[in-house]
């Protein structure tokens, strides 16, 4: 939500739209055609109703750079549009669009991060303009013609390969989200982000174009004792990770592409390496190198940081794949229902060890579980949209969602969580998250 812009789900002076159920019911006592209803008419007719309220004042002019200037309040039709020589050859968003990705509460500009609106995303996937970022040296300036990628080490035919050689490679096409093992590393102790923006922002979903990791072993050769690969970046950091060789041979991609355009500087530019369902930090960006070895390198970037740290003082290494995990984006944190009614709670589940498998949502704090609806196909290490239909009678709730994948492995409650792992830890926060709606319609961050 835009700076200045109204937290009001709903204009005030909008009528909601009718609820179809007694006044107590819940969504499950609905029959099934009248539920089948919900999900579609209902929930489409509310669309407007229940997005945020953008205000434009009559006569004010709406200029984008290089359009012609226009009157709001004037009938489109009667008035020319801007022409196409003047939005420079690359498409750009409506001006009334205003979502941005917001950058984290700290002095370096070089070394922070920046947070997906998911609760403004439409669909699976994350703009490229929209994808988090997190960066450890600046985003550096790569002349793709004279980029080079090298895989040496315990191979039989050490090789650089050109970015135009591996455009000339076959090539996939995946749908995968990447999580920052930071996602979420401020509620540990006790409930910080106001938004599920800073709370989850460090996810994005993205389809990747390149060539799997495996062509290329095919044309260099692994020795027999290779057990492990070390990624190096190009940016000012040099960053550095150790990955395991059967996840390099098993989905890796050295991605060139991303949502059908190249990579933007901020995500690589030109290669980056995709680990599908690893934390974030391993998907080097900007690679230019893999040194195959029969070990772990063990780098300042695993060993230092990115390691948790235990509830008895021990270190955890190469804690690699992502848990399943879940959010509520509507109704969220930093987020007003003008009056009680019909709303649908929206939101994302993912895992990084295979497919999502079903999702819960509970309006009473966990007391009580009900089957939410998948909204999208659920595919290998992506995102998945879910929805529940809610009638909201004006009395406080406490909006949880849990999710489970293939492996039978399910989301864990903070009490749950916190034996485990302690409080020494920033890294692989996957608690249910808890949002409260007050019976004023505020929405608000809360531990349960």
């Given amino acids: 939500m835009s700076k200045g812009e109204s937290k009001d789900i709903q204009s005030q002076d909008t009528e909601a739209e009718p609820c179809p159920c007694k006044e107590g019911m819940t969504p499950d006592a609905i029959d099934p055609v009248r539920r089948k209803f919900l999900f579609s ?7 407007g109703a229940m997005a945020p309220s953008v205000s434009v004042a009559a006569n004010k002019k709406a200029v984008t750079p290089g359009a012609v200037e226009y009157d709001v309040a004037d009938d489109p039709t009667k008035v020319m549009g801007r022409a196409l020589h003047e939005d420079s050859g690359y498409g750009t968003r409506s001006q009334f669009e205003t979502e941005i990705r917001t950058k984290a509460d700290n002095p370096s500009d070089i070394t922070s991060w920046t947070f997906t609106p998911l609760a403004a995303t439409l669909g699976n996937l994350t703009p490229s303009g929209l994808h988090f970022e997190r960066h450890h040296g600046g985003i550096p300036t790569i002349d793709p013609s004279r980029h080079e990628l090298i895989v040496h080490g315990l191979v039989d035919t050490a090789k650089k390969f050109t970015l135009s050689e591996l455009k000339s490679l076959p090539s996939i096409t995946r749908k995968y989200f990447i999580e920052c093992s930071g996602n979420t590393l401020g509620e540990w102790a006790k409930p910080t982000g106001k938004s599920v923006q800073i709370t989850h922002g460090l996810l994005s979903t993205s389809e990747w ?22 990624a190096e970046g ?5 960053m550095t990770r150790s990955i395991p060789i059967d996840k390099l041979m098993s989905d890796a991609l050295i991605a060139y592409g991303q ?20 934390e974030g930090n391993t998907q ?50 930093d987020m007003l229902l003008p009056k009680p009614g019909y709303y649908e709670i929206r939101g ?25 609806h998948i909204d999208s196909v659920p595919e290998p290490m992506s995102s998945v949209r879910f929805s529940f239909p809610w009638v909201w009678d004006g009395k ?13 492995y399910v989301q864990p409650s903070r009490a749950e969580l916190l034996p485990l792992r302690g409080l020494n830890s920033v890294y692989h926060y996957n608690a249910i998250q808890s949002w409260a709606v007050a019976s004023d319609g505020k929405v608000t961050n809360v531990h349960v």
């Avoid at 062509?215 to 070390?230: D, I, M, S």
Wanted: charged share 20%; aromatic share 8%; hydrophobic share 40%.
């Fill in 284 to 333: 080097i960006k900007w690679l230019r190198r893999l040194q195959v070895s029969d070990r772990p390198f063990m780098t300042k970037e695993e060993t230092s940081k990115y390691s948790d740290l235990m509830k008895d003082g021990r270190s955890k290494l190469f804690t690699l794949s992502m848990d399943a995990k879940s959010v509520i984006t509507f109704p969220s944190g």
């Fill in 396 to 408: 406080p709730a406490i909006l949880q969602s849990r999710c489970s994948d293939d492996t039978g």
């Fill in 41 to 47: 008419a209902v929930a489409a007719t509310t669309v």
């Fill in 259 to 278: 949502n059908g355009e190249a990579l933007r500087p901020e995500q690589g530019y030109p290669l980056r390496l995709v680990l599908p369902g690893y």
């Fill in 348 to 372: 994302f589940a993912w895992t990084g060890r295979g497919r999502i498998h079903t999702v819960d949502i509970s309006l009473n704090g966990g007391k009580a579980w009900v089957p939410a």
């Fill in 234 to 238: 190009a940016d000012a950091a040099v």
């Fill in 209 to 230: 174009t390149g060539v799997p990791f495996a062509t290329l072993a095919r044309h260099v050769g692994l020795k027999e004792n290779a057990a492990w690969v070390l």
